[in-house]
């Protein structure tokens, strides 16, 4: 059994171009779905958010045509409810990296808000990533590669093949002309290597020790991945 670190965001909100805070926090089946793979192949999941905040669940992800029905909320719900580290997280800033065996960020908007500035969190990923253990990053959790830093203000992810929410399902969701920067842009912006699946469809990207899944219904067969290189 190894234990693998889950990072959240602390951010129940995610301030929009005009200044208004758009309701979110992390998406339900991104943290779920990863959550039973890991915890059934036998390892032990461990919840860390900055300050050690409870991560808030984004509303909007448990309503039922985004589930596949009033069954699929009942099973993601059941989910949660047994993910009893989401209610006691670690704070960021006591994770030692050595304690764990991979690394795992889920997405929601909420980590555009708080983790895509933090330093703490930014330092984690480009030491996970120079570590060689598998680091994966679903949906919007890529937000917080914008947080890693060299020491020569290049990004450790540059280069890296790698995929996340897109500026298509943004536009398709109703939130691109709202927001005051689109992931996909920045991430091109670092250098790196973005792939781009079809809106809305399963897309893992895996390169080198970073695996990527590009939106909600890519979090079940990149947990699969991991699972499989922690085999």
């Excluded at 580290?85 to 991979?102: E, G, T």
């Excluded at 060689?132 to 890529?142: A, E, N, R, Y």
């Excluded at 020569?152 to 398709?172: C, K, M, V």
Aim: overall charge negative.
């Amino acid at each position: 059994m190894a234990k693998i670190l889950f990072v959240l965001s602390g951010s129940d909100y995610w301030t929009l171009a005009d200044g208004t805070r758009h309701p979110t926090g992390f998406w339900a089946e991104e943290a779920a779905a990863p959550f039973e793979a890991f915890t059934v192949a036998g390892h032990e999941v461990v919840v860390a958010t900055p300050g050690g905040v409870t991560p808030t669940v984004d509303q909007a992800s448990l309503a039922p045509e985004v589930n596949g029905g009033a069954d699929g909320v009942a099973t993601v719900a059941s989910v949660l409810e047994q993910f009893t580290a989401l209610r006691a997280p670690i704070d960021l800033a006591d994770v030692d990296l050595a304690d764990y065996a991979a690394v795992f960020y889920p997405g929601g908007h909420a980590p555009m808000e708080d983790l895509a500035v933090n330093a703490t969190s930014g330092a984690l990923l480009t030491a996970a990533l120079d570590s060689g253990k598998p680091l994966g990053v679903v949906c919007h959790g890529p937000a917080a590669l914008l947080a890693a830093e060299r020491p020569d203000g290049t990004s450790p992810f540059a280069g890296y093949r790698l995929t996340a929410f897109t500026n298509t399902e943004e536009t398709q969701a109703g939130l691109a002309d709202k927001a005051t920067w689109l992931l996909q842009d920045r991430l091109v912006g670092l250098g790196v290597d973005f792939r781009e699946g079809a809106p809305w469809a399963p897309h893992v990207v895996v390169d080198r020790n970073l695996y990527t899944g590009q939106n909600p219904a890519s979090a079940a067969p990149l947990a699969a991945e991991l699972v499989k290189a922690l085999s």
